[in-house]
Structures are given as C-alpha cells and as structure tokens.
T-cell receptor, first 113, second 109 residues
Framework: EADIYQTPRYLVIGTGKKITLECSQTMGHDKMYWYQQDPGMELHLIHYSYGVNSTEKGDLSSESTVSRIRTEHFPLTLESARPSHTSQYLC????????????FGSGTRLTVV | DAKTTQPNSMESNEEEPVHLPCNHSTISGTDYIHWYRQLPSQGPEYVIHGLTSNVNNRMASLAIAEDRKSSTLILHRATLRDAAVYYCILRSGANNLFFGTGTRLTVIP
C-alpha cells in the first residue's frame, strides 16, 4: 500500500490550460520533492520543500510552481500548459536526516496537446 | 555534491546472483550510500542504504568497501521482476538526492 499518493496517474490536456498535480503523503515527512523525467532519461529535481511554507527551486528550471500549506500536501501547478511540459512528474518525500530514504509516488504522466 | 559512477548496463541470468558496482571516490565521511531502482513506468523505489558496514534486507545486500570509495549492490537471486534501472546515490545532510543515469539491469530467462 502506498504511503505517498499522486493524482491523476495520467492526464491529457490542451495547450493553455491550468493544471494542478496533486501529491500527498501520510508518513509525516518534513521534506518533499518534485522530479521531472522524460522517457528513458534521468530524473531532474524541479522543486523541493523542507516543511510548511518552505519551497525551493531545484536543479532544473521549471515554469511550474509549488506550495506547501500542510505537511502532507505538496501540489504542483502549471498556469498555462504547453507541449514542452509533456513529461512524467514524480513526487517524493523523506525525513530530513541523511539516514532516511526517499519514498516516491507512482507519478503523473502529463501530455499537453 | 559527491557523484557516483556506475556501468550503463548489465545482464544477468534468471535465478543467479547479481553484483551491481558503484564507485564513489569523492565520498565524504558523513555521506550515506543509497540504492534505488526504477521499474518501467514507475517511480523509483528505495532498495537499501548504509554508511560503513555491510547491510542486508529482504530485497538485497549492500557491500561497502573498507575505504568507502566503492560499494556493490547484491541481488542474491535475480528474477524477471528485478529488471530495472538501479541508481547508486550519496546523501549528505539534508541535501537532495541526485539521480544519475544508473545501471540498466536486464534479466535473461
């Protein structure tokens, strides 16, 4: 059973639409992350958060934004979707200590047409 | 952040042991060695991690060299379900994990 949930699993949407990808975790983890991964390619960190009201940009520049109003919830928003945003988006969470592993969600595969 | 080096791909026969190597010559004394795997069309999955001593869990074993400059993930008996990309990653402090290209493991029936 998953402790971190992403919805939707798949999304096909038209150019210019606003979308929000949901991510929730039930483990009480302080740190949460969004990674972007194209098929067969590496994962790239686009956003992360150390806790409530904390958000930081990752290594890969992204036009998306995130918020962290509750510990368990870390949604990602695209104000105006474009075909270049087509990708898989993976959410993860972890404790702050380096002795903790990451737990990943199943991902959202986004297609912008 | 210290980086790791892994072979791009490896093959193994089903039901045989698999040793996946990882070099991390610039590892610092406080870096933990983490291993994850990613099955097709899924998010990465935590496999195992360690600091200095060898570690065992239900999924795999982690053998860490005495100088900590390399480590080996051991799958004791490969199954077709173990076919995945395996990532060796160093985690220091609260820093984020950097996922490189990993090793793509093919299991041959």
């Amino acid at each position: 059973e998953a402790d971190i949930y992403q919805t939707p699993r798949y999304l096909v949407i038209g150019t210019g639409k606003k979308i929000t990808l949901e991510c929730s975790q039930t483990m009480g983890h302080d740190k949460m992350y969004w990674y972007q991964q194209d098929p067969g390619m590496e994962l790239h960190l686009i956003h992360y958060s150390y806790g409530v009201n904390s958000t930081e940009k990752g290594d890969l520049s992204s036009e998306s934004t995130v918020s962290r109003i509750r510990t368990e919830h870390f949604p990602l928003t695209l104000e105006s979707a474009r075909p270049s945003h087509t990708s898989q988006y993976l959410c993860a969470s972890s404790g702050l200590d380096r002795n903790y592993g990451y737990t990943f969600g199943s991902g959202t595969r986004l297609t912008v047409v | 952040d210290a980086k790791t080096t892994q072979p791009n791909s490896m093959e193994s026969n089903e039901e045989e042991p698999v040793h996946l190597p990882c070099n991390h010559s610039t590892i610092s004394g406080t870096d933990y060695i983490h291993w994850y795997r990613q099955l097709p069309s899924q998010g990465p999955e935590y496999v195992i991690h360690g600091l200095t001593s060898n570690v065992n869990n239900r999924m795999a074993s982690l053998a860490i060299a005495e100088d900590r400059k390399s480590s080996t993930l051991i799958l004791h008996r490969a199954t077709l379900r173990d076919a995945a990309v395996y990532y060796c990653i160093l985690r220091s402090g609260a820093n984020n994990l950097f996922f490189g290209t990993g090793t793509r493991l093919t299991v041959i029936p």
